[in-house]
Each structure stands twice: as structure tokens, then as C-alpha cells.
């Protein structure tokens, strides 16, 4: 079953306001300090600029926090790569990056663990994050894709991402001859 629900206007604007803040704060080659609206020229996003607090969307136990299961440094890889401007494309990835969807709960310590290896791979240090956390993205991508009816943008960050983590588990697991 497909869920066809969009944010409202309403919340559509909040997102858009929260995500053009974030970018006035958060872009990474942003030279300017200016407070006017957002370069959308500009090529790249970082993740304050679709994050949402997720911490009481799904039910946890003691030592467990909300996670991610999509991170948002990868959507934020392949918003790059795509070279993301439209608005309204970046006010839908923040809602299906942030819903409830895309959040399970999970041990601090693997949340922590999983967090510097995606890290360290957008930092160039390392090629993949792991076998795991790579398949642990795509899981969240396929529901993603399952769940909501995509903006044709929105679907192609959605598909960068598959990409990108193909390519990550591709690294994490070469083949043999």
C-alpha cells in the first residue's frame, strides 16, 4: 500500500523555511554570509539542511537512540551529485529522510559505530562504511520508495543514493576470480 500522503502546505512551507535556513547557515561552499535567500547554485548540501529531530518518532529503550536507517550524509551525496535546486525537492527529501519510515531504533553504541564509518567515507578516509551499514541504507531506500509516492526529483536522490551504496557495497564486497 502506497501512501499518498504529502506534507500539508503548511508543513511543506515549515520544511521549505527550516531547509532554506539550514542552508543559509549549513551549505559547505557557501562564501557568504549574507541572510538573503539561499544559493541553490551552489553544489553542496549538508546534512542540517534536511535533518529533523527523529528522537521520538519511534519507541526506544534504555540505551537505544532513533536512527537514520537512509543517512542523510548519503542523501546528501547524491543531492550533490545531482545537483539539487529545486525547492520543492529538497522540502520532500527532508520529510521522507526524517519520517518514520526511515527511523528504527537502535543500540547507542551501533548508532555511534555506524555514524563515524558513513562518516569517514564522505570524508574520503575509507571507500565504504561497512557490509552492514551499506545494507542497512538500502533497506531504508527500498522503504523509502515502498511507502510514499516520490516527486520525480525526490526519486532521483532516492536512486543516487541506491547508486552511490551499490557502489559502496560493491568496495565492501569485490568479487573473486
Same mark, same amino acid.
Given at each position: 500500500?502506497?501512501?499518498?500522503?504529502?506534507?500539508?502546505?503548511?508543513?511543506r512551507?515549515?520544511?521549505l523555511?527550516?531547509?532554506?535556513a539550514?542552508?543559509? =547557515?549549513? +551549505?559547505?561552499?557557501?562564501?557568504?554570509?549574507?541572510?538573503?535567500?539561499?544559493?541553490?547554485?551552489?553544489?553542496?548540501?549538508?546534512?542540517?539542511?534536511?535533518?529533523?529531530?527523529?528522537?521520538?518518532?519511534?519507541?526506544?529503550?534504555?540505551?537505544?537512540?532513533?536512527?537514520?536507517?537512509?543517512?542523510?550524509?548519503?542523501?546528501?551525496?547524491a543531492?550533490n551529485?545531482? =545537483?539539487?535546486?529545486? +525547492?520543492?525537492?529538497?522540502?520532500d527529501?527532508k520529510?521522507?529522510?526524517?519520517?518514520?519510515?526511515?527511523?528504527?531504533?537502535?543500540?547507542?553504541k551501533?548508532?555511534?559505530?555506524?555514524?563515524?564509518r558513513?562518516?569517514?567515507?564522505?570524508?574520503?578516509?575509507?571507500?565504504?562504511?561497512?557490509?552492514?551499514?551499506?545494507?542497512?541504507?538500502?533497506k531504508?531506500?527500498?522503504?523509502i520508495?515502498?511507502?510514499?509516492?516520490?516527486?520525480?526529483?525526490?526519486?532521483k536522490?532516492?536512486?543516487?543514493a541506491? +547508486?552511490?551504496?551499490m557502489?559502496?557495497?560493491?568496495?565492501?564486497?569485490?568479487v =573473486?576470480?
Amino acid at each position: 500500500l502506497k501512501s499518498t500522503s504529502r506534507p500539508t502546505a503548511t508543513v511543506r512551507a515549515a520544511l521549505l523555511s527550516a531547509a532554506m535556513a539550514a542552508l543559509r =547557515r549549513g +551549505r559547505c561552499d557557501s562564501e557568504s554570509s549574507d541572510d538573503s535567500a539561499p544559493d541553490f547554485d551552489a553544489t553542496e548540501w549538508a546534512t542540517r539542511a534536511i535533518r529533523g529531530n527523529v528522537t521520538h518518532k519511534v519507541k526506544t529503550k534504555d540505551h537505544e537512540e532513533a536512527d537514520h536507517k537512509l543517512e542523510l550524509q548519503t542523501l546528501c551525496a547524491a543531492m550533490n551529485n545531482l =545537483r539539487v535546486k529545486d +525547492r520543492d525537492v529538497v522540502a520532500d527529501v527532508k520529510h521522507v529522510a526524517n519520517d518514520v519510515v526511515n527511523v528504527r531504533a537502535v543500540g547507542w553504541k551501533e548508532n555511534v559505530r555506524t555514524g563515524q564509518r558513513v562518516k569517514a567515507v564522505y570524508e574520503g578516509r575509507v571507500p565504504h562504511p561497512g557490509v552492514r551499514a551499506v545494507d542497512k541504507q538500502l533497506k531504508g531506500a527500498q522503504d523509502i520508495k515502498e511507502t510514499f509516492d516520490l516527486l520525480p526529483g525526490t526519486k532521483k536522490v532516492i536512486d543516487e543514493a541506491e +547508486r552511490i551504496l551499490m557502489e559502496q557495497r560493491r568496495a565492501a564486497r569485490p568479487v =573473486r576470480a
